[in-house]
């Protein structure tokens, strides 16, 4: 059984930072992509940043320059360091993974962790 766990969520004031981890776990035998997605309320949920196992990394245009993918292979976890936060990055974060398990590579989310920026 595959599982994300995230953390790292929580309230922060306007210009503020927060740091979200999620850690993955489980009978692994390799990750692809991880990534981290964001919904807000009445709202699709969309891509925040991506990180390849080659090291090739995605923002959306709207967190470019204030948010930093990072990974650690060797614990299976993903990072999203996220400075100068404005309001509107408001939302549940989510973690996804492409992951190898038992011979099958399939996409895993995590539950979500919520951010709320105050003004």
């Known amino acids: 059984q595959v599982q994300l766990v995230e953390s790292g969520g929580g309230l922060v004031q306007a210009g503020g930072s927060l740091r979200l981890s999620c850690a993955a776990s489980?009978?692994?035998?390799?990750?692809?992509?991880m990534g981290w997605y964001r919904q807000a309320p009445g709202k699709l949920r969309e891509l925040v940043a991506t990180?390849?196992?080659?090291?090739?990394?995605n923002y959306a245009d709207s967190v470019k320059g204030r948010f930093t993918i990072s990974r650690d292979n060797a614990k299976n976890t993903v990072y999203l360091q996220m400075n100068s936060l404005k309001p509107e990055d408001t939302a549940v974060y989510y973690c996804q993974a492409d992951i190898w398990a038992k011979g099958i590579l399939r996409g895993y989310w995590g539950q979500g962790t919520q951010v709320t920026v105050s003004s």
């Open positions: 489980g009978s692994i035998s390799g990750i692809n992509a």
């Open positions: 990180h390849s196992n080659g090291g090739n990394t």
